[in-house]
């Protein structure tokens, strides 16, 4: 299976391995960044064209959140299977309906817990964070999209209350009660993620998304979607608990 991926940040590291942990290679890899002075990747492309999805059997989308509606929309008027990062689209986009897109919420492949009663989220934030691009809701969404998406996500599953507040300084925590999820192998999600998606077709699709996109819009309307959220108390049960 020939992957081309879309964005080679941090991200797209994950990626690569769980690519390889599926039997795939990763053959093409467009990023602006390739097109300055500087070391490229033997598979690296200058331009995101149609000739780059020649021969491709999936699109891998990891480029940043702003670019996912017209990356994704592209792969697809091109035929390709798509993996798409979170969030699918930012929260003014209409949603992408296709059976051939699936999501990355990798946490639902960890080894978790069966039942629960809260997933809790205390997030450190400074204000480097919130002059880059990455708190930047114009690019991103926002704090809900870009940061709590997963914790929210899976409170949602769980049909169990979540807690969270996002702080300028201090101790980082993701739990779900006891369950420490800042201690697991987060590329084993991403393998077995993939696992389900490449071999079996089994993801998390833009109809299920639907919800949690929904879901996002509406706490984002309610405490905001950037510098304004902080130090507040985040206390949410989701409507539509699976």
């Not at 990023?31 to 149609?50: F, I, M, Q, W």
């Not at 978790?112 to 691009?133: C, H, T, W």
């Not at 807690?163 to 999820?181: A, H, P, T």
Request: proline share 5%; net charge positive.
């Amino acid at each position: 299976m020939d992957f081309g991926l879309i964005g080679d940040g941090k991200i797209a590291k994950r990626h690569r391995q769980a690519v390889e942990h599926v039997g795939g290679r990763v053959v093409k890899v467009y990023d602006p960044k390739y097109n300055e002075n500087g070391k490229r990747p033997p598979e690296a492309v200058s331009t995101l064209d149609g000739s780059f999805f020649k021969n491709l059997d999936w699109v891998v989308v990891a480029s940043p959140a702003s670019y996912h509606y017209i990356h994704v929309k592209t792969a697809l008027a091109h035929g390709k299977k798509v993996i798409c990062e979170k969030p699918y689209v930012l929260p003014w986009e209409p949603l992408i309906d296709s059976d051939s897109v699936f999501i990355v919420l990798q946490l639902r492949w960890l080894h978790l817990p069966v039942a629960a009663e809260k997933v809790q989220v205390i997030a450190a934030r400074n204000d480097d964070y919130f002059m880059g691009s990455k708190g930047n809701p114009a690019l991103t969404g926002g704090l809900f999209y870009d940061l709590l998406i997963h914790y929210i996500d899976l409170a949602r599953r769980y049909g169990c209350w979540f807690e969270g507040m996002v702080v300028k300084k201090g101790q980082e925590s993701r739990r779900i009660d006891q369950f420490n999820l800042l201690s697991q192998d987060m590329n084993e999600a991403y393998e077995r993620m993939y696992q389900d998606i490449v071999l079996k077709g089994d993801g998390v699709t833009p109809k299920e998304y639907a919800e949690l996109h929904w879901l996002l819009a509406k706490y984002t309307g309610r405490y905001g979607a950037g510098k304004e959220v902080l130090g507040q108390p985040i206390r949410l049960r989701p409507n539509g608990l699976v």
